[in-house]
């Protein structure tokens, strides 16, 4: 049985930095229990040893102090040993590692002369996992692993990518607009297939007008000068084509398109392609000026592009039969819902406030592949025997997903699955795949309303093999199709741990529980785990575990340094805030000062996360390591902290998500309140003594309270702050806002600056001049907006040399001395 709520909090309450045991969940497809019912998880402070006061200039002095966490791990070929990166301490430079569990200190560092023949995290494997491949500062190795030989196969930055093993053992790549074939037993280099933008050729010219036409009828030279360039012409196509020495003519695509993807199939016989005609991704004048530069002049670094200026775009998908050098397009009119007037309810409600009417559109929607913002498998997908393929595609409208095979014979796309959404489809939770021994899919979907795990022979019903409210994601499935590992967060929101599930049977094991954040990678041989694991005041540590179930971790590194174990940090409880809104809970991270129960009613802060769709208020060490600091130093001086997961972010399902469709700001605003009203009623919080402060869309947010809840916060600090969604890029914005041509509605009802006239409370701006996240700009039309509006409680902070993220300490430092300044003056 899985162990309740409570257990998990009793395990928490007794474990601070040390994972505690508890039988492993078996059961199949279990659902989660409501989350309204969550009870508080109280996670123990640091250990009594801990000493001193936290200091700002400390906390944001160069990280290298805390002790320079493992990333970007991987398993050796031998399953036993793994290789890890470092930071050098004081130095921009990453060096890698080498470590097993029988080893302390870290393991052992890699030579340079020795990178060559160990930094495969990118290789991969032919079919039988004999032998592996892998590019090293753009040269390609490849490695026999019975023997362990390692061989070099190109020197000097060949351009090589989209590297595979084919099925008759060759090595292929793209390089351009073509894939090679490289035969590893003598080392030839043969070329499988090109493509080209251009016109087929001919052998001559269509008569340009009725004189050329007349000379060609009339004259004899020219006529059999013509004959002769045809017979040629003929006669080189017919060698070509029968002789195997020569090179392949080029299939010929139109001309004003270019390639935006290709994959090969295993077997080597064909080629799936993208492509697009090209759209303008920024102008001349999407610029932004930098100031602190090495030769003392002014510099005008390019921009991205607004999602007011953005252009649909519409990719053409084509099959190549590489055997009979053929191109044909493989058209989406096959796919449920292409036509689909989704919008349409929207056009009609901006067009009625502008006092027109909207008539349904039915012409063909712009189409593309679908890539997964956070998983690095192609949205093209080939069966290991090369005569399956599946491809995921998304409508640039953003509300559907479909997953479709490909009829090879008579190049045809047939949908397998179409996953609609009113609001939007995720750019998270799209990996999918075959399954190795079978023609089978698998995929996640949020069609459950959470991102779930299903499978499906094509032609046939999908079947969810694992569901529940909770979030899958991670997939691994291993070579015999026995189980599919993942990770989840299945007992509560905050916690993710590594399950499998059995593929026959639906029977789901939970692997670890460490009481945190746990990510994994199976070993080669599929006996191991190799885990990243945090907790809340642990940053990430390696671990290394049996891939079976109730086997304790062994932690293979110790980075963290004695300084920061030394300092006293807060240890937040994770809450769940009842909502006024809905029926699930809003969770939150909360920071309890010392004896916060005694004496007068307590001054807080309300921190708000960025980037939206993102989920702080988990049980690991969280992203926002300064923050986290930062609401230890409040929590030392007295301050109540709460750090909340509003709606629209992610680990609570889809509706969470979607909440902020068409109107961002609001649902956010509201679950502030509640946490505000949560704080007075649990926290011995005076509600005139709140403050509260962001970065990006935590900055937003920061807007939307003070502009349009002037009553919610005595204070606020936005840092890098949007003001205006339109002037913001397109792959997030018109995911929620849609476009600003055809919703405007949406955009001005989510947009700070057309609510500043509310601002009541002081207000500080924190600006980075060189963001290429979100401009400089967004702050200087606001500013100019609460200057014609005659605002005197507002003052603004430049950075002159920093984007989006923050790099210099004494930046951070000068931004939240601000910070804690403002919170000193105003609560």
């Not at 010929?252 to 390639?259: C, K, M, V």
């Not at 479909?402 to 998270?428: E, F």
């Not at 970065?695 to 920061?702: K, N, R």
Request: with cysteine; net charge negative; hydrophobic share 35%.
């Amino acid at each position: 049985m899985r162990p309740s709520y409570k257990s998990v909090a009793a395990c928490l309450l007794s474990a601070s930095l040390v994972a505690c045991s508890a039988t492993p969940d078996s059961s199949p497809q279990t659902q989660l229990v409501s989350r309204a019912a969550v009870p508080v998880i109280h996670a123990a402070s640091h250990p009594a040893n801990a000493n001193g006061p936290i200091t700002l200039e400390k906390i944001m002095s160069d990280p290298d102090w805390i002790g320079r966490q493992p990333s970007n791990a991987y398993w050796a070929d031998d399953s036993q040993h793994v290789f890890y990166e470092r930071k050098r301490e004081g130095q921009p430079i990453n060096d890698l590692f080498r470590i097993a569990p029988s080893d302390t200190d870290n393991g052992q560092r890699v030579e340079l002369e020795q990178l060559h023949q160990v930094a495969y995290n990118n290789r991969v494997f032919n079919r039988d996992k004999t032998k592996a491949a892998w590019q090293f500062e753009g040269n390609l190795f490849v490695k026999d692993l019975v023997t362990g030989k390692v061989r070099q196969l190109s020197q000097g930055n060949i351009d090589a990518s989209q590297i595979l093993f084919l099925n008759n053992g060759n090595l292929a790549y793209q390089s351009g607009d073509q894939f090679f074939s490289l035969d590893l037993t003598n080392g030839f280099t043969g070329l499988l297939v090109q493509w080209s933008f251009e016109q087929t050729p001919e052998a001559n010219d269509k008569p340009a007008d009725y004189i050329a036409e007349q000379q060609q009828k009339l004259i004899g030279v020219v006529k059999q000068r013509r004959t002769d360039r045809q017979t040629q012409f003929n006669h080189q196509y017919v060698m070509e084509s029968k002789n195997a020495t020569t090179t392949k003519r080029p299939v010929y695509l139109p001309q004003e398109q270019y390639t935006v993807k290709a994959s090969l199939s295993p077997n080597g016989k064909w080629l799936v392609l993208a492509t697009s005609k090209p759209v303008s991704e920024r102008d001349d004048s999407d610029i932004m000026p930098s100031y602190v530069n090495e030769d003392g002049r002014i510099e005008a670094q390019p921009a991205r592009q607004r999602v007011a200026d953005a252009e649909a775009q519409n990719y053409q998908l084509w099959l190549v039969d590489i055997t009979q050098n053929k191109v044909r397009p493989l058209s989406y009119n096959s796919l449920p819902g292409y036509n689909d007037d989704v919008l349409a309810q929207v056009r009609k409600e901006n067009a009625s406030r502008e006092g027109k009417s909207y008539q349904v559109n039915r012409l063909p929607r712009d189409i593309v592949l679908m890539d997964d913002w956070y998983w690095n498998g192609s949205s093209i997908q080939w069966h290991n025997s090369g005569e399956q393929v599946a491809v995921m595609l998304e409508a640039w409208d953003n509300k559907d997903r479909w997953l479709a095979t490909v009829d090879l014979q008579d190049a045809k796309l047939v949908n397998q699955d179409r996953l609609h959404d009113d609001a939007w489809i995720n750019y998270r939770f799209n990996s999918f795949g075959w399954f190795n021994q079978s023609q089978t899919l698998y995929y996640l979907s949020e069609k459950s309303g959470y991102a779930n795990l299903y499978m499906q022979q094509p032609g046939k019903k999908a079947q969810a093999l694992v569901s529940g409210a909770f979030e899958v994601d991670s997939l691994t499935v291993t070579h015999n199709d026995s189980y599919v590992y993942y990770k989840a967060n299945v007992k509560h929101p905050g916690i993710y741990d590594i399950y499998r599930v059995d593929t026959k049977s639906g029977a789901v094991e939970q692997l670890t529980d460490l009481k945190g954040k746990t990510d994994y990678q199976l070993s080669p041989d599929e006996s191991k785990l190799l885990l990243t694991h945090s907790k809340l005041v642990q940053p990430p540590e390696l671990y290394i575990q049996n891939a079976k179930t109730g086997v304790e971790a062994t932690r293979l590194t110790h980075t963290i340094s004695d300084e920061f174990l030394a300092l006293p940090w807060t240890a937040p409880d994770v809450v769940p805030v009842p909502s006024s809104h809905t029926q699930q809970p809003v969770f939150a991270r909360v920071y309890y000062p010392k004896d916060y129960k005694q004496g007068e009613p307590r001054k807080a802060v309300m921190f708000t996360h960025g980037a939206g769709y993102l989920q702080n208020s988990h049980l690991g060490w969280s992203d926002y390591y300064h923050e986290f600091m930062f609401h230890s130093l409040l929590a030392q001086q007295g301050y109540v902290v709460m750090d909340m997961d509003y709606r629209a972010s992610r680990g609570y399902g889809r509706d969470w998500r979607t909440a902020i469709y068409r109107h961002m700001g609001k649902p956010e605003v509201e679950d502030l309140r509640d946490g505000v009203n949560w704080l007075v009623d649990n926290a011995n919080v005076d509600r005139n003594r709140v403050g509260t402060y962001g970065g990006s869309y935590g900055g937003f947010l920061t807007y939307m309270s003070l502009f349009t809840a002037p009553d919610l916060f005595q204070a606020g600090a936005a840092l890098r702050p949007v003001s205006d969604w339109a002037h913001y890029n397109h792959g997030y914005t018109s995911n929620i806002l849609n476009m600003p041509d055809t919703d405007p509605i949406a955009y001005e009802r989510s947009s700070p600056i057309y609510f500043a006239e509310g601002l009541q409370k002081p207000l500080l701006i924190n600006a980075p001049m060189v963001d290429s996240n979100v401009f400089f700009v967004d702050t200087v039309r606001l500013v100019q907006r609460l200057i014609e509006l005659k605002k005197d409680n507002f003052e603004t902070a430049l950075f002159p040399v920093e984007s989006h993220g923050f790099v210099e300490p004494t930046s951070w430092l000068d931004e939240y001395k601000r910070i804690y300044k403002l919170f000193e003056q105003n609560l």
